[in-house]
């Protein structure tokens, strides 16, 4: 491309430097300076850069999908990648010229059930709030998760041995805890005789804090 400057002059136009313009969005579309350093843009109809070249032969292009999703990008040196997505703009497919692939799903939270890439696989399963409940992959790891009503973890465990789990209170707040490790707070509530009545020489009391 010739410089734009060389084409004011070819046409008698007069000048100055730097020579800026812009689009009526007020984007960048062409820059050049004194050193006859320039370069140029170009835009899609979202305003997302299609095109980009300067002086040097750099040049680089990208597309786009009707959401912005950037699509396809290719530069001069032939590097190129590629992508796909979901309804909800989630990359689903991604591919480069260097042989990268990649493969996503996910549920209709947006939660990535499932990734694929270069022979590794995972998979992840969800309760309906979006907690994750289990997951697994083609190394032979897993965990399990479980909750409560309020999307508390109660029970934690792994295929590397490791668990741990938890009680709360009706508040929410956590009054047992424990692990595989041996670390321990709080006392489970099959062991608390608080709020359990009891009858000695014929009256009867209300536990509170007894524990056994």
């Not at 805890?177 to 000695?200: F, H, L, M, W």
Request: with cysteine.
């Amino acid at each position: 491309m010739k410089a734009l400057s060389e084409i004011f002059k070819e046409n008698g136009i007069d000048f100055s430097f730097p020579i800026h313009i812009k689009d009526a969005n007020g984007r960048e579309t062409y820059y050049e300076r004194s050193s006859s350093y320039w370069r140029k843009s170009e835009y899609d109809v979202n305003g997302n850069q299609s095109y980009y070249e300067d002086i040097n032969g750099y040049w680089h292009k990208y597309e786009y999908d009707a959401n912005g999703n950037n699509t396809h990008y290719e530069d001069i040196s032939g590097k190129w990648h590629k992508s796909e997505y979901d309804a909800n703009g989630k990359e689903t497919y991604f591919e480069n010229s260097e042989g990268l692939r990649t493969n996503r799903k996910f549920d209709g939270n947006g939660n990535l059930t499932f990734y694929e890439r270069e022979g590794f696989w995972s998979k992840r399963g969800y309760d309906d709030d979006g907690n994750e409940t289990y997951a697994v992959n083609s190394e032979g790891y897993w965990r399990k998760c479980e909750y409560d009503a309020n999307g508390k973890e109660t029970y934690y465990e792994t295929s590397n041995g490791f668990w741990r789990k938890h009680e709360y209170d009706a508040d929410g707040k956590e009054t047992y805890y424990e692990n595989s490790e041996g670390d321990k707070r709080g006392t489970p509530k099959s062991q608390s005789c608080a709020g359990k009545v009891i009858e000695v020489d014929g009256k009867k009391y209300k536990l509170t804090e007894l524990y056994i």
